[in-house]
T-cell receptor, first 114, second 115 residues
Framework: DGGITQSPKYLFRKEGQNVTLSCEQN?????MYWYRQDPGQGLRLIYY???????QKGDIAEGYSVSREKKESFPLTVTSAQKNPTAFYLC?????????????FGPGTRLTVL | AQKITQTQPGMFVQEKEAVTLDCTYD???????LFWYKQPSSGEMIFLIY??????QNATEGRYSLNFQKARKSANLVISASQLGDSAMYFC????????????FGKGITLSVRP
């Protein structure tokens, strides 16, 4: 089945540690995105990538880093510089970065800092 | 800058009845796309329906339809024949036609379907 997978589903991190969230898609989409969702809120864009080996900062990129070495994969690293990392993280992809292309989402990773 | 507004408090609807979820938007770009997503308690964002700014007709997808009123900058989602499984958060989102535009989400509306 085609789709987007994220792992792990739940992640616990101690303060001061970096963690990496996985996102893989087999939809052959060029564009991929990372969003953060806090309780009772909409989604905010962290980073996005329109094509392999290229990515841009979104609205809240501080404390996060990404890579896009393969078309299928767009991992997100939450660094110790992120002041309040506890949140729900959603990865998405779209065929292109055009405004008319729908973004499809993975199941999400819930990160908790202990 | 683009903006999405969803101001309704939690909505309740009786099973099998229709419900309208409101969304207003603001953008200066004549080319844009409007999206509705459903987020059940599991957390996954499920795409429901899309409306392009130049589309002549309102979008429909099964029980979902989009009441697009361009002059009023509104894009309300209509769910017909509500089912218990429709209970979820619903998000309206917009993306304008700029080269590096992003998908902007509203804060969402909680819908509860009563048996």
């Amino acid at each position: 089945d085609g789709g987007i997978t994220q792992s792990p589903k739940y992640l616990f991190r101690k303060e001061g540690q970096n963690v990496t969230l996985s996102c893989e898609q087999n939809l052959n989409h060029d564009a991929m995105y990372w969003y953060r969702q806090d309780p009772g809120q909409g989604l905010r864009l962290i980073y996005y990538s329109q094509i392999v080996n290229d990515f841009q900062k979104g609205d809240i990129a501080e404390g996060y880093s990404v890579s896009r070495e393969k078309k299928e994969s767009f991992p997100l690293t939450v660094t110790s510089a992120q002041k309040n990392p506890t949140a729900f993280y959603l990865c998405a992809s779209s065929r292109t970065s055009s405004s008319t292309d729908t973004q499809y989402f993975g199941p999400g990773t819930r990160l908790t800092v202990l | 800058a683009q903006k999405i507004t969803q101001t309704q408090p939690g909505m309740f609807v009786q099973e099998k009845e229709a419900v309208t979820l409101d969304c207003t938007y603001d953008t200066s770009d004549p080319s844009y796309g409007l999206f509705w997503y459903k987020q059940p308690s599991s957390g996954e964002m499920i795409f429901l329906i899309y409306q392009g700014s130049y589309d002549q007709q309102n979008a429909t997808e099964g029980r979902y339809s989009l009441n697009f009123q361009k002059a009023r900058k509104s894009a309300n989602l209509v769910i017909s024949a509500s089912q218990l499984g429709d209970s979820a958060m619903y998000f309206c989102a917009m993306r304008d036609g700029g080269a590096n535009s992003k998908l902007t989400f509203g804060k969402g509306i909680t819908l509860s379907v009563r048996p």
